[in-house]
């Protein structure tokens, strides 16, 4: 249906006078205090910035989602997407054409909200075609489209109820309808799951990933859940701050995290880490974590040579589920034991800092409660961060 093309994308919103005091009391803190310059407040003279040099190719019926934490700017860029935030600089294409200027409702998007954003006095019906007949489709177009539209979504059922007689689920459903009906080149959806309880955000998940099966439309997804963005994109953009931090497949992302950011955010439970030494033994790297050493795989010697990486201290990262008990390893406290069924969540301290691994049960009642074990992991898991500036060290 479309292509989507955001070049260079900037939004700062204006600051008083008050907020210039402000700022300019913090710039003079920042320079009485180096340490202080770490922390990236994000305001400068034009104002406060919400989302930095953003550009992202998003090709035609792709579905890409923003992920981040609260306040790191995806749904600002969302909504300058959709024509509800003016652009401060830069160049947003809509099927090759340029659309910074274009009213919302002349881009051909339409979008999904947290919300649901229903007419509660309307029927299901009515709240799904309300938007066509503002457009005076005839009549029998307008209930053909809604009618494709509930049985895509399973709420044909429902068409005769109002909002108020539907579950949070089947609203959102009718809210998603009512985007569909319109046929759009784009369709947005800014965190439509987040008032949904565990179990409904589960099968919605679902839902959508056949909704896209089923509409040729372009898809740009918003949320702060890193399960939904691994489960529901064809490329994920992981932002921070109003910067992107890496674009790529859940799997590269997954695997192959560019920074600390990344990796940390990316994952569930988060990736433990630990101080340790990038070392070169005959001629191979080796890591070495308080004696504990273990030689990185091919694949990741190849990529530290081609860097030409130096023998440094690192951050290394290991997630759960690639740490295992073993003996002759490093040594860990078990704190806490979570059963997940087929699986436990092992929470250890190991030099004052707590480490999560996750054994399988394998069908039998395990105890590690105030046990001291071993464990260990392999080269091939093993990801490896720059002490100074945080980012990957392979990339």
Same mark, same amino acid.
């Given at each position: ?16 006078? !008050? ?59 969302? +909504? ?90 089947? +609203? ?32 919605? +998940? ?5 909704? +896209?099966?089923?509409?040729?439309? !372009? ?36 695997? &192959? ?31 070495? !974590? ?54 436990? &969540? ?50």
């Amino acid at each position: 249906m479309a292509e989507v093309t955001l070049k260079n994308i900037k939004k700062v919103y204006p600051i008083g006078d !008050t907020e210039k005091k402000q700022r300019k009391a913090l710039k003079k803190s920042k320079e009485e205090n180096p340490e202080s310059n770490k922390a990236n407040l994000q305001i400068t003279d034009e104002g406060v910035v919400a989302v930095q040099e953003f550009s992202l190719d998003i090709k035609d019926k792709e579905f890409v989602v923003l992920v981040g934490p609260s306040g790191c700017g995806k749904s600002t860029t969302l +909504r300058m997407v959709a024509g509800l935030e003016e652009i401060t600089s830069g160049e947003l294409y809509i099927d090759g054409n340029l659309v910074n200027s274009v009213e919302p409702k002349d881009r051909d998007i339409a979008m999904v909200f947290q919300t649901y954003a229903l007419y509660p006095h309307m029927t299901v019906r009515d709240n799904m075609a309300y938007s066509l007949k503002i457009k005076k489709l005839p009549k029998e177009e307008i209930e053909a489209k809604v009618n494709e539209a509930a049985e895509i979504l399973d709420i044909t059922q429902y068409l005769d109820r109002k909002p108020k007689a539907l579950s949070g689920g089947q +609203r959102q459903r009718v809210a998603i309808g009512r985007a569909i009906v319109r046929d759009p080149k784009v369709l947005l959806m800014d965190e439509p799951l987040s008032n949904l309880d565990a179990k409904l955000r589960n099968q919605m +998940r679902s839902e959508i990933i056949k909704l +896209r099966q089923r509409i040729n439309t !372009t898809f740009i997804y918003v949320t702060h859940d890193q399960t939904e963005a691994m489960t529901l994109g064809d490329r994920i953009v992981v932002m921070k701050d109003g910067f992107i931090q890496q674009i790529g497949t859940p799997q590269e992302v997954y695997d &192959h995290p560019s920074n600390l950011f990344v990796s940390g955010f990316i994952g569930t439970p988060q990736m433990n880490y630990f101080d340790a030494k990038l070392e070169v033994e005959n001629g191979k790297y080796v890591v070495n !974590t308080d004696g504990y050493k273990v030689v990185l795989s091919e694949e990741k010697q190849v990529r530290l040579k081609e860097k030409d990486v130096k023998p440094q201290d690192v951050t290394l990262g290991v997630r759960p589920d690639h740490i295992v008990l073993s003996e002759n390893g490093l040594k860990g406290k078990v704190d806490v034991s979570e059963l997940m069924g087929p699986s436990c &969540h092992l929470h250890m301290t190991v030099d004052g800092k707590d480490v999560i691994a996750i054994v399988p049960t394998e069908g039998k009642k395990v105890d590690y409660v105030n046990k001291e074990v071993d464990f260990g992991f392999n080269g091939n898991v093993c990801h490896i961060f720059s002490k100074e500036d945080e980012k990957n060290l392979e990339y």
